[in-house]
């Protein structure tokens, strides 16, 4: 097993060092404690360094010689080894931009806690959060990501109630729900899908029934809610939109930069799982590849198959269109920065699930679908994470979020107001910035998949066409929102009430505008230098990618982006959110006294969201307990009443005459047969127990750092 190993993949100590150098940093963290807070916060940050470091040289060797693993073999699940690393060119790529994110929030978290309460605590925490987080991309099976995956949601719980206020609280409560919720379904998915795939690996038995037969509905429902609920999917959004307000800032940057990338990691893992090609399909494959861009030109070219991944990538991009439009909606509403940009992240996921849905809707020809949806990963985290550590600074010194209660900032804040700006114009998409750039690849891949269900004749072709509309809908909206919140809070003139609280306000700490100024540069490059992340990073990424065309892959990495073809797409969303922002901003924006409804004061009925639905679920499941308690507890008392008598005749029976008729022989014989049941037992078993004890080692070691993890939790 492992010379075979060896002679596909290069053994490496980069996945573990870079797991570890968190989780020592954390130590140190907690060892400097309040009393040398300084050397506190410089672990961090050196930790942070170091494991970017790390993983960037990680990612270089996987890119220029493969997958690279790490194995301990400790834990097994069946008759293979889980708990083993394994990094791809697709976990590097994850892992990358999840440690730039992290050592840009730990330089903004360098003075932003200095007014924050046991900032040991959040530090430990958010360290072991990366190393759980770093996992879920350095693993090679679905066993093992669920484990690191629970442990991230866990860890980060903390980080959510950090600042231990009713909000908070109430924040965390819902997260952690959700979280226990989306996990009990990800194990269960993680399950099935061991029995269909026969095994747990990305890559399942080429003649499983995973492959082969019909679709596993029940493996991929669960699947996917499970990791729909990091993700910030609709309907299973609810916990984003209080966790990330809630959090300290820096926090609130990993949640919505990187941690909601985990749950798209998975999903985009578990549509991967259909790109491995049966054998016995084999020929099939071959002869329908050979077709011209037709419906059974499709992943697999094997009827049933083909047509059901199809049929997935569709539910994906209609989860994908309502999540964009839903977060975008409800951001329009908002007057908090940060709820603003809790809706926007999961508006924003909704466009990395569109090139997720595309990649599966394409079969062999989604790299575009894929290729869009990485960069627009990249993107996201460079821009959100921004925005976040902006607002932060926006906190640290005006002490308000209410965009309607700021204003003026840019002269007091100018560098804040200029990496916000960068961050804005590139989640808007506007040239040459980086958001332009994926979600032009993005709007490509959803245009060949409405030509591919047009030249396949299929049914599908009016959803898709939709889905372009809801896009070009969507991006509009974002330009509005994006478009509010940047002018009330930077430039708008402060109003006479709130002036006054505004004029002690000046720029962040330098530390602070590091980290915010390293993210606002991402955007930059992502957006001036597209052609050398399409070459360097994005294209070889998507190329290891198994079943895709290559030639369509090799395309991917020299697409052309500013070409008025491309520029032209972008007056349509332009002028749709110009357009609603005037209408809204008017009176501000010229003076004048407003007239008729406010559009972004405007609050929707409760029952037109989705937690209304989930309590009113709660609450009637309840009910539907108690009343059929009330209705069974006669039968209940009855049946009892029964059982205790029938109970004590028998032990009367027992004692007064089957007892008494007993000899010892009977006796002896009896003790005979059980010792020779147990001996043979015990020979069966004995083994067994010797074979797994260390599995069982293993367990006992998770129980006891747990348990010591709590012990330090109380004592912080």
């Known amino acids: ?25 954390a130590a140190c963290a907690a060892a400097a404690g309040e009393g040398r807070a300084r050397l506190r ?58 440690s730039l994110l992290w050592f840009a929030a730990s330089l903004h978290a360098f003075r932003y806690l200095d007014h924050e309460h046991k900032r040991t605590r959040f530090y430990l925490f958010m360290l072991l959060t990366q190393a759980a987080t770093l996992g879920v991309f350095m693993v090679q099976d679905f066993f093992t990501l669920y484990l690191f995956f629970e442990a991230m949601g866990l860890l980060a719980y903390l980080l959510v109630i950090h600042s231990e206020t009713e909000r908070a609280r109430a924040a965390a409560a819902k997260y952690i729900c959700m979280t226990v919720v989306g996990g009990l379904s990800l194990v269960g998915g993680v399950f099935l899908y061991l029995g269909y795939a026969g095994t747990v690996a990305f890559r399942p038995l080429a003649e499983s029934a995973w492959l082969a037969g019909s679709f596993k509905v029940v493996a991929l429902v669960c699947l996917m809610a499970g990791f729909g609920v990091k993700a910030g999917m609709v309907p299973l ?26 749950g798209a990691y998975g999903i985009i893992r578990t549509l991967l799982s259909f790109f491995q090609q049966p054998a016995t399909h084999a020929a099939h494959a071959e002869t329908a590849a050979a077709g011209a861009h037709g419906a059974e030109g499709t992943i697999h070219g094997a009827g049933g198959l083909a047509s059901n991944v199809q049929a997935l990538g569709m539910v994906v991009i209609l989860i994908a269109v309502a999540t964009m439009f839903t977060g975008m909606l409800l951001a329009l509403v908002q007057n908090d920065i940060k709820r603003t940009l809790a809706y926007s992240s999961v508006s924003q996921m909704g466009y990395i699930l569109f090139g997720a849905g595309c990649l599966a809707f394409l079969g062999a020809e989604g790299p575009m679908g894929i290729g869009g949806s990485l960069y627009h990963v990249l993107n996201h985290a460079f821009f959100k994470g921004c925005f976040f550590l902006a607002a932060g600074s926006i906190l640290f010194r005006a002490h308000e979020l209410d965009m309607f209660k700021l204003g003026g900032l840019w002269r007091r804040m100018p ?42 004749h299929l049914g599908t072709a009016s959803l898709v066409k939709f889905a372009e509309i809801m896009f070009i809908i969507t991006s509009g909206g974002t330009i509005c929102y994006i478009t509010k919140t940047t002018y009330y809070t930077f430039f708008r003139r402060p109003r006479d009430e709130h002036a006054h609280h505004l004029e002690h306000v000046r720029e962040a700490p330098a530390w602070m505008l590091a980290g915010t100024a390293l993210l606002a540069a991402g955007v930059l490059v992502n957006g001036l230098f597209p052609g050398l992340l399409l070459r360097r990073l994005v294209g070889p ?49 010229l003076g004048a006294k407003r007239r008729g409804p406010d559009l972004f004061h405007l609050r929707l009925p409760r029952w037109l969201g989705v937690d209304y639905w989930y309590v009113r679920g709660a609450k009637g499941s309840l009910a539907l307990l108690f009343s059929a308690k009330r209705l069974y507890a006669p039968v209940k008392e009855g049946v009892v009443r029964e059982a205790k008598a029938g109970a004590a005749g028998a ?19 009896i003790k005979a047969h059980t010792l020779r049941l ?37 004592l912080l």
Request: hydrophobic share 55%; with cysteine.
């Open 1 to 25: 097993m492992h010379e075979q190993k060896a002679a596909l993949l290069a053994y490496s100590a980069l996945p573990a060092l870079a797991l570890a150098l968190p989780v020592l940093g």
């Open 41 to 98: 916060n410089w672990a961090a940050v050196v930790s942070t360094g170091a494991t970017l470091a790390t993983v960037t040289a990680l990612l270089s060797r996987v890119l220029s010689r493969g997958a690279v693993y790490f194995n301990l073999d400790i834990l097994r699940l069946g008759d293979r080894f889980v708990g083993n690393l394994e990094v791809d060119a697709m976990g590097a790529f994850f892992a990358f931009f999840a």
């Open 237 to 262: 959004h609810i916990w984003l939109p209080d966790a990330h307000p809630a959090a300290p800032s820096p926090a609130s940057a990993l949640l919505s930069g990187v941690m909601i990338k985990a």
């Open 415 to 456: 560098f804040t107001a200029f990496c916000w700006c960068v961050a804005a114009l590139g989640i808007m998409g506007i040239p040459p910035f980086g958001g332009f750039v994926s979600k032009t690849l993005l709007h490509h891949a959803i245009l060949e998949s409405h030509h591919l269900a047009e030249a396949g």
């Open 541 to 589: 990424v998507v190329s290891t990618v198994p079943g895709f065309d290559a030639h369509m892959a090799a395309h991917l990495s020299e697409v052309p982006v500013y070409i008025w073809a491309n520029l032209k797409e972008i007056f349509i969303p332009l002028a749709i959110g110009l357009g609603l922002f005037s209408l809204a901003a008017w009176p501000d924006l």
């Open 651 to 669: 032990v009367r029976l027992v004692r007064e005459v089957v007892y008494p008729n007993l000899t010892t022989r009977p006796l002896a014989w």
């Open 678 to 714: 147990y001996r043979e037992t015990r020979r069966e078993f004995l083994p067994r127990i010797r074979e797994y004890q260390g599995d069982l080692a293993v367990g006992a070691l998770v129980i006891a750092v747990s348990l010591t993890l709590f012990l330090i939790m109380r």
